[in-house]
């Protein structure tokens, strides 16, 4: 019987309402890192080893959003830009996870994207037709 008790007492306490004083925690995740800004640093293709310099600005076009401007250079001598929309899809403690993708056309076809960024750091992986590899992006933290 006393047994029954307890186990009704401590039943009870488990559902009653909790009081202004007993709230439970609020967890709240460190934001996101924002990527605003210019950046410098190197691609390199994972098919043939090719690698260049790269510059990349991102502009924050909403709240989980942002347009890149790349630009950089192929075998030492041919420039080329790119631009794209890089979508944040998680994140949280200093760091975001973004993804992109854009069709370049019938041949080139699509090109996609996923990155890991901190407030100083970008690594990315691409792949496109014909070609795979990754960005690696620094900024100081003076901005």
Partial sequence: M???L???ALLAASVAPL???DA???????AAPDLS???SGYWESGKNGHRGP???TFTRVGPNCYQVRFAGRFAKVIPFRYSTPLTVVGGGDG?????????LGPVLGTFSMSATATATTFDADFTARGDHGKFVLTRDCGR
């Fill in 2 to 4: 006393l047994r029954t």
């Fill in 6 to 8: 307890i186990v009704a």
């Fill in 19 to 21: 009081g202004a004083d």
């Fill in 24 to 30: 439970p925690p609020v967890v709240v995740a460190a």
């Fill in 37 to 39: 800004g210019d950046w």
């Fill in 54 to 56: 790269l510059r990349a």
């Fill in 95 to 103: 760091v975001a996870l973004l993804s992109a993708s854009k069709t």
